[in-house]
């Protein structure tokens, strides 16, 4: 692991743990045990910190699904997609936990964000489609429908981790396999028979 690596894999550690605005360049840099001037010269503002963090969650979410409309739409893959999806989450959590804050403060995260947000719905808005197409999604029951869902589970899978602060009382590891479950349970109604056939519902 180079330095540049171990500086962000600390910063993620600290954010998550402190929140963003709790943490300085100072702090992470103690942690690392360098000068606040030796961890400038990779990353000269916490923008530039943030920035560098929002383009590995992105990274790691559009490779997964990439690779899943790549290989073929499976009605397992829209599971598993959606598992990966709750747990990079939860690992870049601070980003979440802030996420109005953070857009607001932090301009070059902030374009980003809404440029990548805008590319995934539309990639997810021809998944629906293909899903259809496939069977495993009934036709929408009126038009529109499906981008009214699509926005729902957007905005859950953004906002879940403060929901469940006030919500969640079951053991903290579970955290993200009963997000997952809840946020998936929306799809139900939508499932053809041959959907739920094959992900073990009946």
Known sequence: MNTKEKILQTSLQLFNKKGL??????????????????????????????????DQLSDEIGNELAA??????????????????????????????DLNAILNAYPNTNRKFNRITTERLMLVHEMINGYVQLHYLKPEPYPGHYGKL??????????WINGSQLFYKGPKKEIVDHYTDTIFSLMYPYFTEKALVELGYK
Do not use: C, P
């Not at 709790?22 to 923008?47: C, P, Q, W």
């Not at 709750?86 to 959590?93: Q, T």
């Open 21 to 54: 605005t709790d943490v300085t360049i100072r702090d992470i840099a103690t942690e690392l045990h360098m000068s606040d001037g030796n961890l400038r010269y990779h990353f000269r503002t916490k923008d530039e910190l943030v920035e560098a963090l929002f």
């Open 68 to 97: 899943g409309v790549n290989n073929g739409l499976t009605i397992e893959f829209m599971r598993t997609l959606l598992a990966h999806l709750m747990k990079n989450f939860y690992a870049y959590r601070f980003l979440l936990q």
């Open 150 to 159: 699509i926005e729902n589970i957007v905005l859950l899978s953004h906002f």
